[in-house]
C-alpha cells in the first residue's frame, strides 16, 4: 500500500509539472501563475496553524528564515515558468529536481554531513548531466539561428 | 537568459526546502513548521506579487485556474510522500521513486503531449540527471 502512494505521488507531481507546461501553452502569465498557485497552499497553512491546540507561536529567527526562503522557492517558481517558454518542459524539472543536491552540499559544510561515496557519484553525474543539458541548449539555438522553422 | 534562468533554478529552488532542516537544528517544538510554512508560501506569494504589481500585472482566471490545479496537485504529491513515508516504507525507497516517477512522467508529456524533440546532448544529460536526482534522493 505504501508503494501505491509512493508511485501516486510521482505521477501527482509529474501532472504538476505538465500542468504548469499546459498553462504556458494557454500563455498564461508567469507571475500570476506563482502567485495563485502560491495563495492556495498559504491559506491551506493559515487554517492549519490557527487549529494548532498550542497556539501560534513563531520565534523572529523563524520568520525570518521562512520569509527568505519561501522567497527563493517562488523566484525558482517564476524562472522555471519563464524558462519553460524558452526550453523544454523536461529540462526545466530536471533542474528544478538536480537543486536538490544544492542543500546537500551546504550541509555538507555547514552541518559537517559526511560526504558518503554515493553522494561523490550523485554529484559527479549531475555536473555532467549539467554540462550536456546546457551543450545541448547551444546546440539548439544555433539550429534554430540557422533554420528558424525548426525551434519548437 | 535561458541559462541564467537554469542557474537561477539550482540555486533558489535548492535552498528554498533548506529552512526546515534549520529549523530542525534549533530544537524546537514540532508544530512550529506549520507556522513557518504559512510565511513560507506567504512570502513567497509576496515575492513574486509586489514586482508583479509595480508593473501593473494582473491575475486573470486562466492563472488562477491552472495556479490552483498547480497547488492542490503540489498538495497531493507531497500527502501522498508523507502516506507512503508514514506507513514504513524507508525515505531512501519514497524519495527516488516519487522524484525520479515524477520527472519521467515529464519526460512523457514532453514528448506525447507538448511534442518536444531532444538532441543527443540534452537526451544524455536528462538521463545522467535522472540517475544523479535518484542517487541523491537515496542517500
Known sequence: MGLLFCFLGALSFGLLGSALKAAERRNANA?????????????????????????????????????????????????????????????????????????????????????????????????????????????????????????? | MWFLLMLVILLTNGMSA?????????????????P????????????VALPMMLRGLKVGKTEILWGGLAGALSIGGQVAMAVALSSGIPGHVVFPIAIGGSIFVVALAGRLVFRERMNTPTALGVALGFAAVILLGAS
Do not use: D
Open chain 1, 31 to 152: 507571475s500570476g501563475l506563482v502567485v495563485s498557485s502560491y495563495a492556495w497552499p498559504a491559506l491551506a497553512m493559515l487554517v492549519r496553524t490557527l487549529l494548532l491546540k498550542s497556539g501560534v507561536h513563531m520565534p523572529g529567527k523563524v520568520f525570518l528564515i521562512a520569509v527568505i526562503f519561501g522567497t527563493c522557492a517562488a523566484v525558482a517558481s517564476w524562472a522555471f515558468q519563464v524558462s519553460i517558454r524558452m526550453g523544454k518542459v523536461t529540462v526545466g524539472w530536471l533542474m528544478m529536481n538536480l537543486s536538490a543536491g544544492v542543500p546537500v552540499v551546504v550541509s555538507i559544510w555547514m552541518y559537517r554531513e559526511r560526504l558518503t561515496s554515493l553522494k561523490v557519484v550523485a554529484f559527479v553525474l549531475a555536473l555532467v548531466s549539467v554540462f550536456f543539458l546546457f551543450w545541448g541548449q547551444v546546440i539548439e539555438k544555433r539550429a534554430i539561428k540557422e533554420f528558424p522553422a525548426k525551434g519548437s
Open chain 2, 18 to 34: 533548506f529552512g526546515l532542516k534549520m529549523i530542525a537544528g534549533w530544537a524546537l517544538p514540532e508544530t512550529v513548521k506549520y
Open chain 2, 36 to 47: 513557518y510554512l504559512t510565511v513560507w508560501y506567504a512570502g513567497g506569494l509576496a515575492g
